[in-house]
């Protein structure tokens, strides 16, 4: 059963405009919410997170948020960028057990 | 301080050998991870190390297994290859237990092919 969804294969988005990527939980004992970028031939990198006692958390154009009665989390950046194209990872965990990844969006920037 | 370090990038089997892959962490990093990442599945976690010791394991059949050394380099190995095992592997670690504020640095990961 998959606990991290992504519903979005692939996002485009014109430069300069705000792009919303989504992510769905079906755990609400996950108290931890990372967001990676993954660039093609690299390893994800550690983008932003969130505890589950917050509901938004903010790193100059990236900023999530957290919704918990709806189980749902959102990555948004502003503005978007060239570099931004990428697939971005939702993750979870409970404590320090296993990190659960999604399946990944791709982030299309266009110009 | 140098990222966290996966040999080899590419390596090509065939279906019934066996693989082992190598993972140097962050130094100072005593926690290490490994992931599969295939096309659509996203990354599926395999196995966590902390200290020498695996602390959690994914639902991968046995003939997937690491181990840790007490310089916190990780191996993960594949035994009786199968074509489904052509994935992508990653490794990240972690300084404690890749807790949120501790997120995990991943390696540019071992492209493993099955043929």
């Known amino acids: 059963d998959q606990q991290v969804k992504q519903n979005s294969p692939s996002l485009s988005v014109q430069e300069g405009r705000i792009s919303i990527l989504n992510c769905d939980y079906t755990?609400?004992?996950?108290?931890?919410f990372l967001w990676y970028k993954k660039y093609p031939a690299e390893g994800p990198t550690f983008l932003i997170s969130?505890?589950?006692?917050?509901d938004k958390n903010e790193d100059g154009r990236f900023t999530v948020f957290l919704n918990k009665s709806a189980k749902h989390l959102s990555l948004h950046i502003v503005p978007s960028q060239p570099g931004d194209s990428a697939v971005y990872f939702c993750a979870a965990r409970i404590g320090d057990d296993k990190i659960i990844f999604g399946k990944g969006t791709r982030l299309h920037i266009l110009p | 301080k140098a990222g966290v370090t996966q040999t080899p990038r590419y390596l090509i089997k065939t279906r019934g050998q066996q693989v082992t892959l190598s993972c140097s962490p962050i130094s100072g990093h005593r926690s290490v991870s490994w992931y599969q990442q295939t096309p659509g599945q996203g990354l599926q976690f395999l196995f966590e190390?902390?200290?020498?010791?695996?602390?959690n394991k994914g639902n991968f059949p046995g003939r997937f297994s690491g181990r840790q050394f007490s310089n916190s380099r990780s191996e993960m190995n594949v035994s009786t290859l199968e074509l489904g095992d052509s994935a992508l592997y990653l490794c990240?670690?972690?300084?404690?237990?890749?807790?949120?504020?501790?997120?995990?640095?991943f390696g540019n990961g071992t492209r493993l092919t099955v043929t």
């Open positions: 990240a670690s972690s300084l404690a237990t890749g807790a949120g504020n501790s997120p995990l640095h």
């Open positions: 969130i505890s589950s006692i917050k």
């Open positions: 190390y902390f200290s020498e010791t695996q602390r």
């Open positions: 755990n609400s004992m996950f108290d931890y």
